[in-house]
């Protein structure tokens, strides 16, 4: 492997913000190779790396193998190969290729073969990536273990965020009517949806507590909106280039579309510029001016590109996995009739127990 192993980039962003999105640009490149699979557990394994000790002894390499050994795995249908079968890299070949054992060069490693199943070329690559909603919970982190590593922080509109987030939490639930789904939104966004409010004031903290690292720590980073890039994606690539000292590659017909139908038009190139302010035609008028009472200046201050953590005045809004269980029943309760409130649940236990047997 003739990378340099300090060359990695990562994703850093809210989650919905069109981060996918930003992958699948950044591999048209054939210079950046970032695996079409989310690295969740980064973090976790991060915050007890330590307990391993020296990774270049085989047996503590062998011991931190079978404890991460889901990280090895690639799904490749998810990364558009139809018909294929879930490819794992061995701990041997894993360990045999490394000649250095700091972590950052074992997780390089990892992410170059992952790179190389998605038909990235070793003489071509100069720059690894990783991208994972999770990133921006601790950020701190990331830069302990990656210290040369670069970051792209991508913001959006947090309105638009939060509205994605909450159909996202319904992706399982595949027996609810779309037209009754968003009826019930409609309605919902009528009143005082408090769980939208606090996934807004959520993406704003994030991101200018994101900034207020990167800044503070004098850490090599670009702010990428992801509006700004709809609209002009050959600025984007330009900005990328320079960054990363690479090629002006970037070549939006080599977009794999079959990854994620979201921020791209399906079976086509192009990206979906309709995406930018959908909060317009989702929300009603009244509750729009709500948001901006309750937040104020603040609300533009995730994607300024300057504001910082310190520059929120007073945002007590906080989201919490409970206000998402709540909401989830008031939306159920919204359009589901009382003579049809057992029949829910049972579909609901039903699918939770089937996911459970199948785990």
């Not at 190389?116 to 990536?129: D, M, R």
């Not at 190139?269 to 309709?274: G, K, M, R, T």
């Not at 709540?326 to 127990?353: A, D, E, H």
Request: aromatic residues 12%; glycine residues 4%; proline residues 2%.
């Amino acid at each position: 492997m003739s990378i340099n192993t300090s060359h990695i980039v990562f994703i850093i962003s809210n989650a919905r913000s069109g981060s996918t999105m930003l992958r699948q640009l950044l591999n048209t490149n054939p210079s950046i190779g970032i695996p079409e699979r989310e690295y969740g557990s980064l973090l976790s394994i991060l915050k007890k790396i330590e307990v391993y000790g020296d990774l270049s002894i085989k047996e503590n390499f062998e011991k931190f193998y079978l404890d991460n050994e889901n990280i090895a795995e690639l799904d490749l249908k998810k990364g558009g190969f139809e018909n294929a079968n879930t490819f794992k890299l061995e701990e041997s070949l894993w360990f045999n290729s490394l000649s250095e054992f700091s972590f950052q060069s074992v997780y390089a490693k990892l992410l170059y073969h992952h790179s190389e199943i998605f038909g990235k070329s070793q003489e071509n690559l100069k720059w690894l990536g990783d991208k994972s909603p999770q990133h921006i919970k601790n950020i701190n982190l990331l830069i302990k273990h990656f210290p040369n590593a670069k970051y792209i922080l991508l913001t959006r509109n947090p309105i638009d965020i939060a509205l994605s987030q909450d159909k996202f939490s319904f992706r399982h639930y595949k027996f609810i009517n779309k037209e009754s789904l968003n009826k019930a939104w409609k309605k919902l966004n009528k009143k005082d949806n408090t769980v939208l409010l606090k996934r807004i004031g959520a993406c704003i903290k994030n991101i200018t507590k994101a900034r207020q690292i990167f800044q503070d720590k004098n850490i090599d980073y670009i702010e990428v909106n992801y509006e700004e890039l709809l609209g002009d994606s050959n600025t984007f690539f330009d900005t990328v280039s320079e960054f990363l000292k690479i090629d002006n590659e970037f070549d939006l017909k080599k977009l794999r579309i079959k990854e994620s139908q979201s921020g791209t038009k399906k079976g086509t190139n192009e990206l979906l510029v309709n995406n930018i302010d959908k909060y317009k035609l989702q929300l009603s008028p009244s509750f729009i001016k709500k948001i901006e009472l309750v937040f104020g200046k603040e609300l533009y201050k995730a994607t300024d590109k300057k504001a910082t953590y310190i520059d929120l005045k007073s945002l007590n809004l906080n989201y919490n996995y409970w206000d998402t269980l709540n909401y989830i029943k008031n939306i159920f309760m919204s359009f589901v009739p009382v003579v049809g409130v057992f029949k829910t649940v049972k579909l609901v236990f039903k699918k939770y127990v089937s996911k459970k047997r199948n785990l």
